[in-house]
């Protein structure tokens, strides 16, 4: 049956992010119908699924337009079964699109299979990401 991968996601999108994007967006949260240029395509969705191995069993997603900074704010938490590399997909994909995570180094995901110890942090300074 395979294990699951949570993926716990927040960001602010830059204020120049393509529609395309945010309507990809918007449609993996489950805003609007599939639009006519879909650019992310992957099996799964990393924004939507739910495993009672995890804490938080039902996915929380949310999509909105912050007025203050004039940009979209994202924020997941989501599980699934991470067969693809779906949740590296996923944030490869954003990653330049996002203007601020959170604290100094800019953090935006943390993902932990159902079976590791320590999650995977993801910052948008300082590299990569961090074990």
């Not at 007025?67 to 590399?85: E, F, P, T």
């Amino acid at each position: 049956m395979g294990m699951y991968t949570e993926l716990i996601f927040g960001a602010e999108l830059k204020s120049d992010t393509p529609i395309d994007v945010i309507n990809t967006l918007k449609y993996l949260v489950g805003d609007i119908d599939i639009p006519s240029n879909l650019l992310y395509t992957e099996d799964r969705n990393p924004l939507m699924g739910g495993s009672y191995y995890f804490g938080v069993n039902t996915s929380v997603t949310k999509m909105y337009f912050d007025g203050i900074s004039d940009a979209w704010v994202l924020s997941s938490r989501a599980n699934i079964k991470n067969y693809g590399n779906e949740i590296e997909t996923f944030l490869e994909w954003i990653k330049p699109f996002i203007s601020q995570g959170s604290g100094n180094r800019e953090m935006y995901a943390i993902v932990i299979y159902e079976d590791q110890e320590i999650p995977s942090i993801y910052y948008l300074n300082d590299g990569d990401n961090c074990s």
